[in-house]
Each structure stands twice: as C-alpha cells, then as structure tokens.
C-alpha cells in the first residue's frame, strides 16, 4: 500500500477530487511530521503510538573495521502499536 | 497530539469541515489497518513504511508462577522510519 491507495480509499468516500484528495493526504503526513519535531508523541487511538525517544551518547564499533568509535547523542522515532491493531493481526480469519 | 487534534489541525490546515476531515483521517488509518491485516506493507514516502512480522510459537513461562505456558505464533507490525522524517526528528534541539 502506498499514498495512491489510501488516496484512493478516501476518494470513494468523500466526494473531493483525487487531486483534492492527494493534497490532504500529504498534507496530513506533513502535519504529523511538523508535530514529531515540536512534541514527543502522536497517539492515534486504534492505531498506534509514534513515540520520539532521546537517545544517550555512547560508545559502538564500527562491525567492518573493529573501530572503536563513539554513537552521538540523537532523537529517534518509534512506534507502539495499539493494542487493536495487533489483536486484528491476530484474528483468526487473518491469518493465511 | 492525539487524533482528535490531528482532526482539528487538518481541518483548519486544508480548508474542509472538521466532520469531513474526520472521516479522511479515519479512514486514512483504518485504510492502513487493514492493509497490514492482510500481510501488505505499506509505504509513506517522506514518512516510513510499516511490515508485519511473523513469529513463531514458544513455550514460556509465566514469570508469576513458573508455570509453563504456549505461547501461540503470532503476527506484529513494524515501523521503519524514512530517511527524511529521521532527520526532522533528530536535528531539533534539545
């Protein structure tokens, strides 16, 4: 699945043209992103939890050289999924 | 921020009543739930892509009791974070 289906999916329901559409969908993206790099967390109920975590500085290597070399300190983003999701992963008529 | 707010801010950012961009924004994620449920990855360009991994069955123990226990093969989403949006995230200060 990429933006095009999703695209597609509020097309059918809304009645906004594709172009219309396609400029929302990106638009929410931005507005999530926009968010991420202002506030720590974006809760979608039934979804999931985008979490940004603060990561010390320490010390790693380099697993081609050996090198011993030091891992800065960064902001990385994870997610959580919701309980809902992973229990509708997990439903018997999904499974293959 | 949690959806209702996320509803809000593209409601007031794209110009369409909050009602209608509730029903984009439900629809947006249940559209991406659904994906998932059938094993499809998905693909935000700019933002990151989602799979789902399978695992299999175990035996473990509950950590209360000790007791043995069957823990069934089961089924996870995961996120990987686009090159773009990992480097927003992590060029803010602080």
């Given at each position: 699945m990429t933006k095009v289906d999703i695209v597609e999916a509020i097309y059918e329901k809304v009645g906004f043209s594709k172009k219309e559409v396609a400029k929302i969908v990106e638009s929410i993206f931005d507005i999530m992103k926009e968010s991420l790099q202002k506030e720590d967390k974006i809760k979608i109920s039934g979804f999931g939890n985008f979490v940004i975590r603060n990561k010390r500085a320490r010390r790693g290597r380099?697993?081609?050289?050996g090198d011993d070399i030091e891992i800065s300190q960064r902001r990385i983003l994870t997610f959580k999924p919701s309980q809902v999701l992973k229990a509708a992963l997990n439903r018997k008529e999904a499974q293959p | 921020m949690n959806k209702a707010q996320l509803i809000t801010l593209v409601s007031e950012k794209t110009n369409v009543t909050q009602k209608v961009a509730k029903v984009i924004v439900d629809t947006l994620f249940d559209g991406m739930k659904e994906s998932l449920e059938k094993g499809d990855r998905i693909e935000i360009r700019g933002f990151g892509s989602f799979v789902v991994r399978s695992y299999g069955g175990y035996k473990g123990r509950?950590?209360?009791?000790?007791e043995i226990v069957d823990v069934p093969p089961k089924k996870l989403p995961f996120f990987k974070v686009g090159k773009e949006l990992k480097e927003m995230v992590n060029t803010v200060a602080g």
């Open positions: 380099n697993p081609q050289t | 509950n950590p209360k009791t000790g």
